[in-house]
């Protein structure tokens, strides 16, 4: 906790008798005091298959007694296999222990919170899931929603049957709950973070921190894995042309001969003049763009080839506007949602 605040805290200057110099000499007690409040805890790795990492972290005078297989049916049944990590994080849920699971963006941390979230329905207790903004608390509510059936949302704007076994909100709102005493606290017997890294946020974090020491204590999982089961690469789509460039492979290895090729498109682009790809037209006038523009051209391909979802930032109210003008054109509609809509 001194090194937390630097040394100046826990110090005292004296002068030595000579008076010509001046040394720094620590507060022991202090020091000592603040120490033995601090709750001693260790960690100790767990045995698991080869593809995660699995420590426990617990009091420091308990011993670590292995977790029990799960007896009877699960709780949430799923048509693949599960991941190494997958599995970790559901045991560690079936012997009622937290959990905190570290995978990449799309590698299926949702399917952990799934499994807490239907164990507590079957076991007929709530649940909470809480999420760092409204609108990803409005849509894990209808993901929650079609799977789940008995889900409530509260964001301080909206609140939606209250009373479910299952509730979806900010954690801004289970943190008040928790220092009002809620008596929906007593019938809960998880607590789902999602996003929990805005916790090293420097504004909000303390959110996160406060709510985590105001719930009860118990020893705490970690299910780590660096596996990515959806490739990272990356694209360059140049203005003015129509086709993407592969620049980074999933390997990570730059494919300088593609960039070759993307700058030049740029270049050849550049010297045709002007508009040429459907950039923004300069003096404003009404219409916005020439031709097609890039967005709609991206946004085009993207669809025929399937690489959707896919999120375009544009930083201009009024070239949003005229993108989505363009982009209404297409259609997104498979025969069956077309179907269905109408």
């Known amino acids: 906790m001194a090194d937390a605040f630097g040394d100046d805290l826990f110090s005292v200057f004296d002068e030595d008798q000579a008076g010509s110099s001046k040394k720094v000499t620590p507060k022991?007690?202090?020091?000592?005091?603040?120490?033995?409040?601090?709750?001693?805890?260790?960690?100790e790795q767990v045995e698991t298959v080869e593809g995660c990492t699995h420590e426990v972290v617990l009091p420091a005078d308990e011993e670590y007694t292995p977790l029990k297989p799960r007896v009877g049916k699960a709780a949430k049944e799923y048509p693949f296999i599960l991941d190494p990590f997958q599995r970790e994080a559901i045991l560690c849920i079936d012997n009622n222990q937290s959990v905190l699971v570290s995978a990449h963006t799309s590698a299926g941390k949702t399917v952990c919170a799934e499994y807490a979230i239907a164990l507590a329905l079957r076991e007929k207790q709530r649940v909470i899931?809480?999420?760092?903004?409204?609108?990803?608390?409005?849509?894990?509510?209808?993901?929650?929603?079609?799977?789940?059936?008995?889900?409530?949302?509260?964001?301080?704007?909206?609140?939606?049957?209250?009373?479910?076994?299952?509730?979806?909100?900010?954690?801004?709102?289970?943190?008040?709950?928790?220092?009002?005493?809620?008596?929906?606290?007593?019938?809960?017997?998880?607590?789902?973070?999602?996003?929990?890294?805005?916790?090293?946020?420097?504004e909000r974090g303390v959110v996160w921190e406060e709510t985590i020491i105001l719930l009860p204590d118990n020893p705490c999982h970690v299910v780590y894995t660096?596996?990515?089961?959806?490739?990272?690469?990356?694209?360059?789509?140049?203005?003015?042309?129509?086709?993407?460039?592969?620049?980074?492979?999933?390997?990570?290895?730059?494919?300088?001969?593609?960039?070759?090729?993307?700058?030049?498109?740029?270049?050849?682009?550049?010297?045709?003049?002007?508009?040429?790809?459907?950039?923004?037209?300069?003096k404003g006038r009404k219409g916005g763009t020439k031709g097609p523009s890039n967005v709609f051209k991206i946004v085009k391909m993207i669809m025929e080839r399937n690489f959707q979802p896919v999120i375009i930032f544009s930083f201009s109210k009024k070239e949003c506007?005229?993108?989505?003008?363009?982009?209404?054109?297409?259609?997104?509609?498979?025969?069956?949602?077309?179907r269905t809509d109408s």
Request: proline share 4%; net charge negative.
């Open 321 to 338: 506007e005229a993108y989505a003008l363009q982009v209404a054109k297409l259609d997104f509609n498979t025969v069956a949602h077309a």
């Open 129 to 202: 899931f809480t999420s760092p903004i409204k609108a990803l608390s409005n849509q894990k509510y209808r993901e929650m929603y079609e799977e789940f059936q008995d889900v409530g949302l509260m964001t301080g704007d909206v609140t939606i049957n209250p009373t479910a076994s299952c509730l979806v909100m900010t954690t801004e709102i289970l943190r008040s709950m928790l220092y009002r005493g809620s008596e929906v606290m007593r019938e809960v017997a998880w607590v789902i973070f999602d996003e929990i890294h805005y916790m090293r946020d420097s």
């Open 28 to 43: 022991s007690a202090a020091q000592s005091g603040l120490s033995e409040l601090m709750p001693k805890v260790k960690a």
């Open 226 to 282: 660096d596996y990515r089961p959806t490739p990272l690469q990356h694209y360059i789509f140049p203005a003015g042309g129509d086709g993407l460039h592969l620049v980074v492979d999933e390997n990570g290895e730059f494919r300088e001969d593609n960039f070759n090729t993307a700058m030049q498109v740029l270049r050849d682009a550049g010297d045709t003049g002007g508009n040429v790809g459907g950039k923004w037209d300069p």
